[in-house]
T-cell receptor
Framework: DTAVSQTPKYLVTQMGNDKSIKCEQN?????MYWYKQDSKKFLKIMFSYNNKELIINETVPNRFSPKSPDKAHLNLHINSLELGDSAVYFC????????????FGSGTQLSVL | SQQGEEDPQALSIQEGENATMNCSYKTSINNLQWYRQNSGRGLVHLIL???NEREKHSGRLRVTLDTSKKSSSLLITASRAADTASYFCATDANDYQLIWGAGTKLIIKP
């Protein structure tokens, strides 16, 4: 059983389109995250939810909107995709927000053409 | 968010040798974590060391923490081809956020 699963693994789309990435964790964790990893492998936190409540919202364009329907799911919707959105997006979860190890999904490689 | 610094950026060694990578950070911390990322995969947690600990072991991994120098090192002993990966350190900036290093790319040559 995959602990943190995200779909799709690859996403190729045209500029201006809207797309969603889904994430689910079966670990019973309270906290979930979205990270962006650029081509230089820098990891940047985008959002964090604890018990379905948004607790971190870094400087991310409004075109990115997370949605947490329940503790086990955190989806990411992106409107009006731009070339600069091309990156690998990782979902992660932890037992609680602080001082805990993170479990990562396998990533979604987004390519905007 | 600010990035921690890892050193070296890339490291290439022969199988069987030891690999050491370092991480420096800027603010006081509660704990520091190390993660491994294989090519095309998600990050995998390796070890967490708390600010009141100086050294921690897990199998072939040894992590040290020097809070006075704001630095940590990860030692992998008797390296194997499967250790080829990028290694990241992460420190807790506040209650809700980790600050990540830029990563060290480790290549183990057969």
């Amino acid at each position: 059983d995959t602990a943190v699963s995200q779909t799709p693994k690859y996403l190729v789309t045209q500029m201006g389109n809207d797309k969603s990435i889904k994430c689910e964790q079966n670990l019973g964790h309270d906290t979930m995250y979205w990270y962006k990893q650029d081509s230089k492998k820098f990891l940047k936190i985008m959002f964090s939810y604890n018990n379905k409540e948004l607790i971190i919202n870094e400087t991310v364009p409004n075109r990115f909107s997370p949605k947490s329907p329940d503790k086990a799911h955190l989806n990411l919707h992106i409107n009006s995709l731009e070339l600069g959105d091309s990156a690998v997006y990782f979902c992660a979860s932890s037992r609680k927000p602080a001082g805990e190890k993170l479990f990562f999904g396998s990533g979604t490689q987004l390519s905007v053409l | 968010s600010q990035q921690g610094e890892e050193d070296p950026q890339a490291l290439s060694i022969q199988e069987g040798e030891n690999a050491t990578m370092n991480c420096s950070y800027k603010t006081s911390i509660n704990n520091l974590q190390w993660y491994r990322q294989n090519s095309g995969r998600g990050l995998v947690h390796l070890i967490l060391i708390r600010s009141n600990e100086r050294e921690k072991h897990s199998g072939r991994l040894r992590v040290t923490l020097d809070t006075s120098k704001k630095s940590s090192s990860l030692l992998i002993t008797a390296s194997r081809a499967a250790d080829t990966a990028s290694y990241f350190c992460a420190t807790d900036a506040n209650d809700y956020q980790l600050i990540w290093g830029a990563g060290t790319k480790l290549i183990i040559k057969p």
